[in-house]
């Protein structure tokens, strides 16, 4: 079975200044996507990045970008230019296809980050 | 372009209650997946439907059941409601077909039970 894990609970960030968020799951698969959502105390799940496992190019976003290590199983996001808007919960995710087109997310426990002015 | 919509935004039940969150798929799709969030956790995957099926299920029990409308909106259904119901139920929703099927979610339901 598919894990996702998460090892940082709580992170902060001055704004302006970079963070990375860690991600590492376990699979034996070799096509699966992966994602990181955000969710603001708002409570609405936003999608942030997505990366295709068969790709070897990161993903980029504007101020977010992925390092995708397919080898190590990790998945890093990575907030450039933090801003304070950029408080929320992240949760990483991983997604592959079942049978008959189906699918289904495995998140991980989310790293809480909270931006400082 | 509407969004995923999810009804009601709370509702407080006692155990042995039944209860209904409904939920609107974004304009387009035809995939929805529910899923629940306990306090500080991550979202569990409940079900998914496509094509008024259900094509997909996670570790839950039949107390946990669903049904997909023509117009592809979604009902989650729980009987029998334990403490341990208590949670964030976010709805999802996805185009089948379109590779990587990335899910787009509602705002949830949140469930008290007491």
């Given at each position: 079975a598919q894990t996702v894990t998460q090892s940082q609970p709580e992170m902060s960030v001055q704004e302006a200044e970079t963070v990375t968020l860690s991600c590492t799951y376990d699979t034996s698969e070799s096509n699966y996507y992966l994602f990181w959502y955000k969710q603001p105390p708002s409570r609405q799940m936003i999608l942030v990045i997505r990366q295709e496992a068969y790709k070897q190019q990161n993903a980029t976003e504007n101020r977010f970008s992925v390092n995708f290590q397919k080898a190590a199983k990790s998945f890093s996001l990575k907030i450039s230019d933090?801003?304070?808007?950029?408080?929320a919960m992240y949760f990483c995710a991983f997604m592959k296809h079942g049978p008959s087109g189906t699918y289904k997310y495995i998140f991980g426990t989310g790293t809480r980050l909270k931006v400082l002015a | 372009d509407a969004g995923v919509t999810q009804s009601p935004t709370h509702l407080i039940k006692t155990r042995g209650q039944q209860v209904t969150l409904r939920c609107s798929p974004k304009s387009g799709h035809d995939t929805v997946s529910w899923y629940q969030q306990a306090l500080g956790q991550g979202p569990q995957f409940i079900f998914q439907y496509y094509e008024e099926e259900e094509r997909q299920r996670g570790n839950f029990p039949d107390r946990f059941s669903g049904h997909q409308f023509p117009n592809y909106s979604s009902e989650l259904n729980v009987n029998a409601l334990l403490l341990g119901d208590s949670a964030l139920y976010l709805c999802a929703s996805s185009l089948a077909g379109t590779g990587g099927d990335t899910q787009y979610f509602g705002p949830g339901t949140r469930l008290t039970v007491l």
């Open positions: 933090s801003q304070l808007g950029d408080t | -």
